[in-house]
């Protein structure tokens, strides 16, 4: 258990290090929310309605981005063979990996989101973030499935957003859903929020056993 | 050879006991396809009435719903295969998963095609955002990016491991998938323009007529995707044998 929480607050220090990418991936966010409002035009009205939509792809792109760090660095400089010979349960290991990415590079695009939302004329700004707080983690977590099948292959960062993008389509699908409820009134216990967190439930669940079972082979 | 004891299973998995029934069954499926889709081309074509309220449009749907009903069919075949292969590391179920992947994308095309060449005179629209055309769209992603993980990783053992992984998380995440894409549909648009009456029978025939013909082309084509998988590995094996007598090993002949 230890050792787990060790590769934790490593992989999250190596993240908020310089170079570590943790801020790189909040600009890359603030970049595509701006060339979206290229693309919609700068009508109020109209980036209301789209503001949720923007906001969670860009954060589901500024989360792929990173992804590439969450097992392939460590497998290139030999650590990932010392760290799985090391845990006993491979399955936690990915937990552990899965949830120092969501809190190395999801976190940072999260606390920068109000301020996105706010120029995007948001108001109900709590069912925003709430939806992105609920359902992010499931794009770290389906995430570190395509990071643990791709990260021995060269040019593995193209592979994993066509390999893993169409499973994003619920958490997409849910997340801008709640969004859209949530400012329409709807509460914590509004359908979509609910399925949004089912779907986050469920990739914690698979990704784990995906996860572990591709690290076997890779590393075989 | 073989011993009696031998099971079904093991004994295909020898590839040259798999070639020697793959050549006997292979041009048994691609007639029996050929001739299935004369007699189904003559019903859907000739034969049945054009219908009521889409007018000969209508023919392009004999081509559309078998494919997707293939198109499933093929994710879950390539599934099964992967199971196979991935828990008995049996060879032949993963040259199977593998060469399923373009028969079931090329029949997840010809789904989308054929829809949105009916879609035009039906909807008025070549796409539209309907929840089971957004489901097979992102079907048809699924398939390559199985296959592109099949093309990015060179030693098939590996390759066939990964992938597998890869097939077994999108065939349990494709029914939530599903799910989300009707709720989301659902939530955009309420009017569903895929509800039809009861099938009438002049339709049904040539409908089943060209499914079988689409499966036992199916088969034919997967018989002869896996023996060129076989052959490419076996030239591959050799080429790696030939090398180092022939230009690592520079040695003088005898």
Request: glycine share 6%; net charge neutral.
């Given at each position: 258990m230890s050792a787990l929480v060790s590769v934790f607050s490593r992989d999250v220090e190596l993240a908020f290090r310089a170079g570590g990418g943790a801020a790189q991936g909040a600009v890359f966010f603030g970049l595509v929310t701006v060339m979206?409002?290229?693309?919609?035009?700068?009508?109020?009205?109209?980036?209301?309605?789209?503001?949720?939509?923007?906001?969670?792809?860009?954060?589901?792109?500024?989360?792929?981005?990173?992804?590439?760090?969450?097992?392939?660095?460590?497998?290139?400089?030999g650590s990932l063979d010392i760290l799985v010979q090391r845990t006993e349960t491979l399955e936690f290991l990915v937990l552990a990996k899965a949830f120092a990415h969501w809190v190395g590079a999801v976190l940072p695009l999260l606390v920068i989101t109000p301020v996105l939302a706010a120029m995007l004329n948001v108001e109900a700004m709590w069912p925003l973030l709430a939806s992105?707080?609920?359902?992010?983690?499931?794009?770290?977590?389906?995430?570190?499935?395509?990071?643990?099948?791709?990260?021995?292959?060269?040019?593995?960062?193209?592979?994993?957003?066509?390999?893993?993008?169409?499973?994003?389509?619920?958490?997409?699908i849910f997340g801008t859903g709640a969004a859209a409820d949530g400012a329409l009134g709807a509460g914590f216990g509004a359908p979509p929020l609910m399925l949004l967190a089912a779907v986050s439930l469920f990739s914690l669940i698979v990704a784990p056993l995906a996860g572990a079972a591709a690290i076997r082979f890779n590393l075989q | 050879m073989t011993t009696q004891q031998t099971s079904f299973w093991t004994r295909y998995a020898n590839p040259a006991a798999f070639q020697r029934l793959s050549a006997r069954i292979a041009p048994l499926a691609g007639g029996g396809a050929v001739a299935l889709f004369a007699?189904?081309?003559?019903?859907?074509?000739?034969?049945?009435?054009?219908?009521?309220?889409?007018?000969?449009?209508?023919?392009?749907?004999?081509?559309?719903?078998?494919?997707?009903?293939?198109?499933?069919?093929?994710?879950?075949?390539?599934a099964a295969a992967s199971l196979v292969g991935f828990v008995w590391k049996h060879p032949l179920a993963d040259v199977a998963a593998k060469s399923i992947a373009p028969i079931g994308a090329t029949f997840t095309a010809l789904t989308l095609i054929t829809g949105s060449l009916w879609g035009k005179p039906g909807w008025g629209a070549?796409?539209?955002?309907?929840?089971?055309?957004?489901?097979?769209?992102?079907?048809?992603?699924?398939?390559?990016?199985?296959?592109?993980?099949?093309?990015?990783?060179?030693?098939?053992?590996?390759?066939?491991?990964?992938?597998?992984?890869?097939?077994?998380?999108?065939?349990?995440?494709?029914?939530?998938?599903?799910?989300?894409?009707?709720?989301?549909?659902?939530?955009?648009q309420p009017a569903s323009f895929t509800k039809q009456g009861a099938v009438d029978g002049a339709i049904a025939l040539p409908?089943?007529?060209?499914?079988?013909?689409?499966?036992l082309a199916f088969f034919w084509m997967l018989l002869v995707n896996m023996n060129a998988e076989l052959a490419e590995r076996r030239a591959a094996r050799l080429e790696a044998g030939a090398r180092p007598t022939s230009t690592l090993v520079a040695e003088p002949a005898e």
């Open positions: 979206f409002v290229f693309g919609t035009g700068p009508e109020p009205g109209a980036l209301a309605r789209v503001a949720a939509p923007i906001l969670w792809t860009g954060a589901l792109l500024a989360s792929l981005l990173s992804l590439d760090r969450v097992f392939q660095a460590d497998f290139e400089d992105l707080l609920v359902g992010s983690p499931a794009l770290s977590l389906i995430g570190a499935i395509g990071a643990a099948l791709t990260f021995p292959l060269r040019r593995a960062n193209v592979l994993v957003t066509i390999l893993i993008g169409p499973l994003f389509a619920p958490v997409v | 007699v189904g081309l003559y019903f859907a074509l000739i034969g049945s009435p054009a219908a009521r309220d889409h007018g000969e449009a209508v023919r392009i749907l004999y081509a559309h719903v078998p494919a997707a009903w293939m198109s499933l069919a093929c994710y879950t075949y390539m070549w796409w539209v955002w309907d929840a089971r055309v957004t489901s097979v769209l992102i079907l048809f992603f699924m398939y390559l990016g199985y296959m592109a993980l099949w093309n990015a990783i060179e030693e098939p053992t590996r390759a066939a491991r990964i992938a597998a992984i890869a097939c077994l998380v999108g065939f349990i995440n494709i029914p939530i998938i599903k799910f989300s894409v009707d709720w989301w549909n659902t939530l955009h409908t089943w007529l060209l499914f079988s013909a689409y499966v």
